[in-house]
């Protein structure tokens, strides 16, 4: 996604592209149960 997460500005803060979430994309702040880097990382 070419806004990334937050979108994409200008050097005069002018947005650009827009990002995931202004898109109106799910977003969480929580993992789903074995999703956590923590979890994905054992062997």
């Known amino acids: 996604m070419a806004g990334g997460y937050h979108g994409a500005a200008d050097m005069s803060g002018n947005m650009l592209e827009p990002g995931w979430a202004a898109c109106g ?19």
């Open 25 to 43: 994309f799910d977003t969480t702040k929580q993992c789903q149960p074995g999703r956590s880097w923590k979890e994905l990382a054992k062997p």
